[in-house]
């Protein structure tokens, strides 16, 4: 393993223990060279899997790209990090289980977006608004009404 600090290739595992969901392992480590220190994750990866655009194009899916997204969605929100970490691995396993080596953008959109609207309302909208590209105020209320039935004021 590379050191982020000094670019060492020279580093050593100090400690290793399963993340908090059992997804991953997790190394502390050490440089030889700087005596900088680190952590790094090691996950299980069941398949290659692909992702296609709605333009046809294909890239290779990214768990990074992923967790970043439904961070964002999940920013300021009050949400432990260690669900939003579950859920990230119940949305990888749910892809995986597809069984398919390519994935569209729409289902992962649609498998994610399953996932916030259990965990959050507040990040299931903000993601919606970004993947369901709201231009104008009328989108947000669009889907908010199908969010929820009318209310009667008797």
Do not use: W
């Amino acid at each position: 393993m590379r050191c982020p600090f000094c670019g060492n290739t020279d580093t050593a595992v100090k400690d290793s223990r399963p993340s908090e969901d059992h997804s991953a392992i997790r190394r502390r480590r050490s440089c030889t060279a700087c005596g900088g220190r680190f952590t790094t994750f090691e996950r299980i990866q069941l398949r290659d899997m692909f992702v296609v655009k709605r333009d046809g194009g294909r890239t290779e899916f990214d768990r990074e790209k992923l967790e970043r997204s439904v961070r964002i969605a999940l920013r300021k929100r009050p949400v432990e990090s260690e669900k939003v970490d579950q859920m990230i691995s119940g949305i990888i396993r749910r892809l995986e289980g597809f069984n398919q080596d390519e994935i569209k953008t729409e289902q992962i959109g649609k498998t994610v977006m399953e996932a916030l609207a259990d965990l959050d309302p507040v990040a299931y909208i903000r993601f919606a608004s970004v993947y369901k590209d709201f231009q104008d105020a009328h989108d947000f209320g669009d889907f908010l009404t199908q969010l929820r039935p009318p209310q009667n004021d008797d």
